[in-house]
């Protein structure tokens, strides 16, 4: 496969106008709020409010026409999975959602989103002091990228334009439990994945900060196309904050495992995140409303232009990292400081009694400097509970000495 080529990427200048559609607001707010509902009791994976959101989801892919790309010709792909953080539960049956608008060409976009969330007792990865019997709504993780997927479908199944892709649209269960139902599609794909020409990922592009109207994308290193064509997208009411890697806590991996070039939008983590505190109230509607105008003139800039390049990237992933303590923070994943940026301390837990506050950033723990994330897993990987360590942190302009317990 050829590199990106200049003509590529003269194709790709000339095609990037606008979308003649706009995205609207209400339907991006209907989507999140049914899906964030208490009533879908947090949709964990294999729940009977996770099948009810299902039910959702289908019917809007019935509504435009989509065709079924599941099993036995309906929209779900069944797969199984072990109950527990760590896969140490019983064994329960979930699915993904597969909706196909064919354009009879030879290639394939996927557009994806998990809808899985925490349910009722946070699956074992909340973030509240005492997570049993609160429902975890996950509004921005991950209604928000499923109200994505869905508004993209209805986006190329009305546009006037046939595109010169197929699309298939995604919807992802079991991602919290650790990307179980990407890998599962990835290696059960209806279509080939030969023939897939790119993937776009959206997880938690609800909470746009209206003053740094900044996106992250990951993947960028995945195809030389995307920064060129990125750099030209940027503009008044979005920016964008790239990185490389094809790898991550997030569905994208399973295909950039594949050798698929793919694309990760995500408009920044919260105090929210893992709470039961990320409701549909919080989400800034017009926000993702610009992450999806992008999206969508990015797909269109490179419809004319030729299969994809796929290149390997350094990973980031910390998937497979095993490590006996946690802190109880939400790390920055959009911070350019040195160090460990944190955006969200959970009660109860280790750095919050140590005085660890939101804004701070990590600089040290034990006797190993921290300047990025893969510091601290790796540092994280040294302790063991109960053992005590200084921890250092900046916080504005001073340097704050602390003593943490894990």
Not at 71 to 89: A, I, P, Y
Not at 172 to 180: A, D, H, N, Q, T
Not at 329 to 358: C, F, H, N, R, W
């Amino acid at each position: 496969m050829k590199p990106c080529s200049l003509a590529l990427l003269l194709v790709v200048t000339i095609a990037c106008e606008s979308p003649a559609q706009d995205f609207d607001t209400k339907q991006i707010e209907k989507h999140i709020k049914i899906l964030a509902d208490d009533k879908l009791e947090g949709r964990g994976t294999g729940s009977q409010g996770e099948k009810a959101a299902a039910e959702y989801i289908i019917g809007v892919f019935k509504k435009l026409k989509l065709q079924p790309k599941g099993d036995n010709n309906t929209f779900l792909q069944q797969f199984s999975f072990r109950k527990g953080v760590h896969g140490e539960g019983e064994v329960g049956t979930a699915n993904n959602i597969v909706g196909f608008l064919d354009n009879g060409a030879s290639t394939t976009i996927i557009i994806g989103a998990h809808y899985d969330h925490l349910g009722t007792d946070g699956q074992g990865s909340s973030l509240d002091a005492n997570p049993k019997d609160k429902i975890h709504n996950g509004a921005d993780d991950n209604a928000s990228g499923v109200a994505g997927v869905l508004e993209l479908a209805r986006f190329f199944s009305n546009n006037k334009k046939k595109e010169n892709n197929n699309y298939l649209f995604l919807c992802f269960s079991g991602e919290e439990l650790g990307l179980v139902g990407s890998k599962y599609f990835a290696d059960h794909s209806p279509v080939p994945m030969t023939s897939v020409n790119y993937m776009i990922n959206m997880d938690m592009i609800g909470r746009l900060d209206p003053q740094s109207k900044t996106v992250m994308v990951h993947g960028t290193g995945t195809s030389p196309v995307w920064e060129p064509i990125l750099k030209k997208l940027e503009n008044e009411n979005l920016k964008i904050k790239t990185d490389s890697s094809g790898t991550g806590p997030s569905d994208h991996t399973s295909f950039y495992l594949k050798d698929v070039p793919v694309l990760h939008f995500f408009t920044g983590s919260h105090s929210d995140y893992h709470k039961p505190s990320d409701d549909y109230e919080k989400i800034n509607l017009a926000g993702e409303a610009e992450v999806l105008r992008l999206i969508a003139t990015l797909s269109m800039g490179l419809d004319n232009a030729q299969k994809l390049a796929f290149l390997k990237t350094k990973s980031k992933s910390m998937a497979g990292r095993s490590t006996k303590v946690t802190m109880g923070i939400m790390p920055s994943y959009a911070s350019d400081v040195e160090g460990l940026k944190v955006d969200g301390v959970s009660e109860g837990k280790p750095a919050q009694k140590a005085g660890v506050q939101t804004g701070d950033v990590i600089i040290l723990i034990g006797d190993y400097p921290i300047k990025d994330i893969q510091n601290y897993m790796d540092a994280l990987g040294k302790f063991e509970k109960g053992q005590t360590v200084p921890l250092k942190v900046k916080r504005g302009n001073e340097t704050v000495e602390l003593s943490l317990t894990f």
